[in-house]
């Protein structure tokens, strides 16, 4: 059992003509991403949106954030690299892979990195937070005296 999923992003080879049009009109990529959400059975709270100048000129780089009752998702972008960093975290029923893929195929990059995790993990073996902590302060016990047989050696 996991608590969620965890997708790490790194895209890179994203086109000019993506970052251009980010400058002029976030709005159509924001629209989009918010149709991909509720698509994927996610529940949008709120936004926040911030797009990057360079000597009073919009670049194009931006980073946005997109809080969700499952999560979030959070994207930063270097437009003079050609990069942009995705984040999307969920629980629940949610199709996280699916909402990732749809993403990409808007903004086209040349190749992406993708990184899966599964989040909580540990739950299957840790029941409940009394037995985590026990078994901390079981390690931590441990630790002590095995510092101090060193010392004593």
């Given at each position: 059992?996991?608590?969620?999923?965890?997708?790490?992003?790194?895209?890179?080879?994203?086109s000019e003509?993506?970052?251009?049009?980010?400058s002029?009109?976030?709005e159509k990529?924001d629209k989009?991403?918010e149709?991909?959400?509720?698509?994927?059975?996610m529940?949008?709270l709120?936004?926040?949106?911030k797009?990057?100048?360079?000597?009073?000129?919009?670049?194009g780089?931006?980073?946005s954030?997109?809080?969700?009752?499952?999560?979030h998702?959070s994207f930063?972008?270097w437009?003079e690299?050609?990069?942009?960093?995705?984040?999307?975290?969920?629980c629940?029923?949610?199709?996280?892979?699916?909402?990732v893929?749809?993403?990409?195929?808007?903004?086209?990059?040349e190749?992406?990195?993708?990184?899966?995790l599964k989040?909580?993990?540990?739950?299957?073996?840790i029941k409940?937070n009394?037995d985590?902590n026990n078994?901390?302060?079981?390690?931590?016990?441990?630790i002590?005296?095995?510092f101090i047989?060193?010392?004593i050696?």
């Amino acid at each position: 059992m996991t608590i969620g999923t965890h997708i790490i992003v790194d895209i890179f080879g994203v086109s000019e003509e993506f970052f251009e049009e980010i400058s002029k009109n976030y709005e159509k990529f924001d629209k989009y991403v918010e149709t991909s959400i509720r698509k994927n059975k996610m529940t949008l709270l709120d936004k926040s949106y911030k797009n990057f100048e360079k000597d009073n000129e919009y670049i194009g780089a931006f980073t946005s954030l997109y809080l969700l009752s499952e999560s979030h998702i959070s994207f930063h972008s270097w437009s003079e690299k050609k990069y942009i960093a995705m984040d999307v975290f969920t629980c629940g029923e949610c199709d996280t892979k699916k909402l990732v893929n749809e993403i990409l195929e808007y903004i086209k990059p040349e190749y992406t990195d993708i990184k899966i995790l599964k989040r909580g993990s540990k739950f299957d073996i840790i029941k409940d937070n009394q037995d985590y902590n026990n078994k901390l302060k079981n390690k931590d016990i441990i630790i002590y005296y095995l510092f101090i047989i060193i010392i004593i050696i």
